[in-house]
């Protein structure tokens, strides 16, 4: 508890203190606390050594507000590289340390790993999400490309023959008009009887 009253203190004089003051302190810490202190006992190989300097850094991670200081512990943490990464790359020895415990032999080990990357991931540093996850999606094609839009085109174009058809020639003008006709005559039928004459001469 003495050490986390002492890590808020260091905190808020971070935050309050002058911007060239505050870097002072920033580095002073990185070289005394993570590169002396945390970073030797993060590598030990023994069980109990690794769960306590883990759980402490976790406890860091997770007070730590100060900008500087969190980009500083960040920093140390991850290394600095946002490319891609590849098998023929030289990795920050102590992210890849600390990412191969979350599948360690000790469920112990594991789990304290996995609550450390939790930390990490809440806190509001672009750097985190890039170093852990998007350096290596951003040259990966998981971005579905839809196909151009045919070209747009107007109303097809009328026929000249079909626009000077004579409306007599069509045969659906006159569907509507059944008693209509244009210029067809009627032809009475001439029968050879008077009865049939007189009947014509009669209408």
Known sequence: ?????????????????HLVLADAITDAVEEKFF?????????????????????????????????SLLHHLILFLLGPDQHPESPG??????????????????????????RLFEELLK????????????????????LQHDPPLPEERGPPEADPEEDGLDLEEDPYFTDGYPGASFGVVK?????????????????
């Open 187 to 203: 032809k009475i039928p001439m029968g050879t009887g008077r009865g049939q004459v007189s009947e014509v001469v009669s209408r």
């Open 1 to 17: 508890s003495a050490f986390f009253c002492w890590l808020d203190y260091l905190d808020e004089l971070v935050m309050g203190a």
């Open 89 to 114: 790359d030289c990795p920050h020895p102590l992210r890849t340390q600390l990412i191969d415990r979350c599948n360690h032999i000790s469920d112990e080990i594991s789990l304290a790993s996995l």
């Open 35 to 67: 590169q002396g202190i945390l970073q030797p006992q993060l590598l030990q190989m023994s069980e109990l050594d690794v769960l306590h300097a883990t759980a402490l850094l976790t406890g860091t991670v997770r007070q730590i507000r100060a900008p």
């Open 123 to 142: 806190k509001p540093h672009e750097h985190v999400a890039r170093s852990l996850a998007l350096r290596n999606l951003e040259t990966r094609g998981y």
